[in-house]
T-cell receptor
Framework: DTGVSQDPRHKITKRGQNVTFRCDPISEHNRLYWYRQTLGQGPEFLTYFQNEAQLEKSRLLSDRFSAERPKGSFSTLEIQRTEQGDSAMYLC????????????FGSGTRLTVV | DAKTTQPPSMDCAEGRAANLPCNHSTISGNEYVYWYRQIHSQGPQYIIHGLKNNETNEMASLIITEDRKSSTLILPHATLRDTAVYYCIVRPNNNAGNMLTFGGGTRLMVKP
């Protein structure tokens, strides 16, 4: 296992378009998290899955954002009708139910909305 | 809301110890202190965590004061590759699935 994988690494889109990002967590991890990070700031929590159940959503996750983890393995984050303010790094992390070493983060997807 | 206060930036000479402070004066009895770092263009990386005892691993040492209101992350022999933003986070019981809440962190610059 090579850790948490995110795809794509970079995405440039025009305002108003829809985008979808994928996260493949470490295979034995049942918890999966999405975070957003803007330039110069720390990551901000967006949403959390335990297996396929989405257990928590931040108020940052507007109705244009939707996340899924259909079989409790990979997850997707979709942003509809993108806005320039959505430009950020989108980070995915995973952890086992019993955390010994914290979360493992992926390298992120950098979204630029033009 | 982040419950920690860290200096925004610090410098350290290569080969010397880097001591990164963190204040968490409102920490609760069941909250752990976690440290992560983020190297440019990468996701955050777990370093260490502790409840009240000092902890050491292959990356760093964590010193927590007796009243638990502050802690220090120590990188004993900093290298240029340790240049990163270091985040101190307090968080309840590490099996509860609670999310990490990041603050602004400390930008550590290791200089030759």
């Amino acid at each position: 296992d090579t850790g948490v994988s995110q795809d794509p690494r970079h995405k440039i889109t025009k305002r108003g378009q829809n985008v979808t990002f994928r996260c493949d967590p470490i295979s034995e991890h049942n918890r999966l998290y999405w975070y957003r990070q803007t330039l110069g700031q720390g990551p901000e929590f967006l949403t959390y899955f335990q297996n396929e159940a989405q257990l928590e959503k931040s108020r940052l996750l507007s109705d244009r954002f939707s996340a899924e983890r259909p079989k409790g393995s990979f997850s997707t984050l979709e942003i509809q009708r993108t806005e320039q303010g959505d430009s950020a790094m989108y980070l995915c992390a995973s952890s086992p139910r019993r955390e010994a070493y914290g979360y493992t983060f992926g390298s992120g997807t950098r979204l630029t909305v033009v | 809301d982040a419950k920690t206060t860290q200096p925004p930036s610090m410098d350290c000479a290569e080969g010397r110890a880097a001591n990164l402070p963190c204040n968490h004066s409102t920490i609760s009895g069941n909250e752990y202190v976690y440290w992560y770092r983020q190297i440019h263009s990468q996701g955050p990386q777990y370093i260490i965590h502790g409840l009240k005892n000092n902890e050491t691993n292959e990356m760093a040492s964590l010193i927590i004061t007796e009243d638990r209101k502050s802690s220090t992350l120590i990188l004993p022999h900093a290298t240029l590759r340790d240049t990163a933003v270091y985040y101190c986070i307090v968080r309840p019981n590490n099996n509860a699935g609670n999310m990490l809440t990041f603050g602004g962190g400390t930008r550590l610059m290791v200089k030759p």
